[in-house]
Every structure is written in C-alpha cells, then in structure tokens.
C-alpha cells in the first residue's frame, strides 16, 4: 500500500515494532529498545569547519569523504551504508560532523526522520574530545561484514503492523561484522578489532516523482550492539 513518507513519523515505526514484539516477548525473546536509538539524546557537537577544498578541486592532501553508492536492493544499500558509517581517519583534517553528513546525504528526502538520523550516526562516531585524542594517534577505522539479514523481528512486525504504519517499501537490515582500527603509538603500527552488530532501517520506495527513482534511502540506525535479531 503507498504511503507518505512525509506524513510518517519515528513515533508510528516505534509503534509497529512494539506490536511486532508482543509475539516475541511471549516466547522469551526480548528485543525492547532496540530501535529507540542513541542514550544521548543530543546531536552530535559541529565544532569548528574544517577548512575543505572547492568542488573539483583535487590534490595528495584533499581530504576524502566515504560514499554510500546508491542501490534499489535493500541489502546492498545497507551494506553500503554499513561500510560508509564506520569508515573514518581522524588524520584527514575532517571532523565527526563531516562524516555524519555523509550518511545524512542518502536519508529520509522528506526530512522526517533526519534530526534523529544525525543523533543515531552520533552514538557510532567519537565525540569530538575523543577524536582529537585519536588524531594523536592517527586512528583510522573500517568495517568487515561477515553477514546481513532480514531480522525476524522485522517481519513479525510488519505482519502486525496496521495500514499506513510503515512508509512505503520500508525494511530492516542487521548487520555483524567486525570493526577495525588502525593507529600509531610510539612508532609502532598497532590494531585492535571488535565484533558489532545493528540493525540499518531503510526504505525502497517504488518510482515516485518525490523520490529518486527506486533507490533506497536510510529512516534510523538501531543502537550499535543491540540490532534487531
């Protein structure tokens, strides 16, 4: 049934999953929260601009933003966005707004879900103070995905979920990787790797004039190691 995403709101995805999970709790599986989004409920800090060459103006020292390449499949683009989100250098000169902008880029086009989008991605990066710690170090960070799935949490949800719940072509994609950081202390190149797993909610509406045509955009992110299941 077509919607409009405009008129949707995180308060109606958060209903459907709650009805979703009465199933889920009943037979012992407790899944509450797991879309509720970051515990800080500030948007992240902008701090000051970093100073970022004019549009095709290119050279060894540019900083370099990761893309998200677009796609209509919804486990592709969550892949996507996955590997986008946890891709950074704090050497680069940029800072965690600049790449929280990168994810923000391929949101919600009615703007709906955009403030709590930009407050999920916040809950992934450093704050600000911890990313200048790291620049000391010249961390760097990237995402392995070792799987992607459907969570079944997802369709008991969308089975109970009521007529103009859910934006059109709405889904939930759960990723488990491992992340990986990469810096340098006294000279030396040290690593450390970390399993993680959330859960990208997304939508791939079909052809519309307000939309880009077929392609998937991001609603929320679930908070990182508390993905639906």
Known sequence: ??????????????????????????????????????????????????????????????PRLPQVMLSSDPDEFARNVAEALFAWDTGSGLMPLDYTSVILAVGDPSGTEQAGLAADIASYLPSREAWIELRKYATTQHLTIESSFVPEAWDTAVEQAQPGQLPAGATAVTIEGTRHREGVWNGETVTSEHPVAFTVFLACPPPAPEFRTGLCHVLRLSQLDNPLR
């Open 1 to 62: 049934m077509k919607t409009n995403p405009a008129s949707w709101s995180r308060g109606r995805l958060i209903a459907v999953i709650a009805a979703g999970l009465v199933l889920l709790i009943l037979v012992g599986i407790g899944v509450y929260g797991l879309i509720a989004g970051p515990q800080r409920p500030t948007a992240p800090d902008p701090g000051p601009d970093p100073t970022v060459p004019a549009p095709g103006e290119t050279g060894p020292d540019t």
